[in-house]
T-cell receptor, first 112, second 113 residues
Framework: AQSVTQLGSHVSVSEGALVLLRCNYS??????LFWYVQYPNQGLQLLLK??????LVKGINGFEAEFKKSETSFHLTKPSAHMSDAAEYFC??????????FGAGTRLAVHP | ETGVTQSPTHLIKTRGQQVTLRCSSQ?????VSWYQQALGQGPQFIFQ???????GRGNFPPRFSGLQFPNYSSELNVNALELDDSALYLC????????????FGEGSRLTVL
């Protein structure tokens, strides 16, 4: 069965520190993988996507993610956290028909 | 370019009632998907519409139904509301064949009392 697992429901970092949000997937077919961000009381916004081209994917707001097939991972990183990065982040897997399977989410807190 | 818009933004219903949520897709998009996001969880796929027909369905009972109109807008209908239906309902539009890039609206928050 296809699934997405996000490790850590809450991550807290200091402003300027590295952000690392973890995502692992399970799939029997080549995956399309995505990271979405959700700010309070808003819908989801696409940060970046992997669609079998380059394994290192750059997204908006300085985020990037690396697809590692051997580890079945697609972790999200940002070198230096900003206060405005505080939000809920969702890793997602495309399960066909443009259907997305989402992880449970990781809430990122950024403190001064 | 007009984004995805949903209405209403908030509503309160009681158990057993029926609700209709509406979605206007992004200009040029021909596919609409609906997701349910319970508090503290990731969105769960309800169903998708393409060319006015259901094109994939998640693990939701038949009392969740939908429509897509010729202008690609869509409705989500939920009958016989239950307390567990309380959630944020998200509509997303996309182009058929695009590998999963969905454009989401801000959602309709439904509270069932």
């Amino acid at each position: 069965a296809q699934s997405v697992t996000q490790l850590g429901s809450h991550v807290s970092v200091s402003e300027g520190a590295l952000v690392l949000l973890r995502c692992n997937y399970s799939s029997s077919v080549p995956p399309y993988l995505f990271w979405y961000v959700q700010y309070p009381n808003q819908g989801l916004q696409l940060l970046l996507k992997y669609t079998s081209a380059a394994t290192l994917v750059k997204g908006i707001n300085g985020f990037e993610a690396e697809f590692k097939k051997s580890e079945t991972s697609f972790h999200l990183t940002k070198p230096s956290a900003h206060m405005s990065d505080a939000a809920e982040y969702f890793c997602a897997f495309s399960g066909g028909y443009n259907k997305l399977i989402f992880g449970a989410g990781t809430r990122l807190a950024v403190h001064p | 370019e007009t984004g995805v818009t949903q209405s209403p933004t908030h509503l309160i219903k009681t158990r057993g009632q029926q609700v209709t949520l509406r979605c206007s897709s992004q200009s040029g998009h021909n596919t609409v998907s609906w997701y349910q996001q319970a508090l503290g969880q990731g969105p769960q796929f309800i169903f998708q519409y393409y060319r006015e027909e259901e094109n994939g369905r998640g693990n939701f009972p038949p009392r969740f139904s939908g429509l897509q109109f010729p202008n690609y807008s869509s409705e989500l209908n939920v009958n016989a509301l239950e307390l567990d239906d309380s959630a944020l309902y998200l509509c997303a539009s996309s182009l058929a064949g695009d590998p999963g890039e969905l454009f989401f609206g801000e959602g309709s928050r439904l509270t069932v009392l």
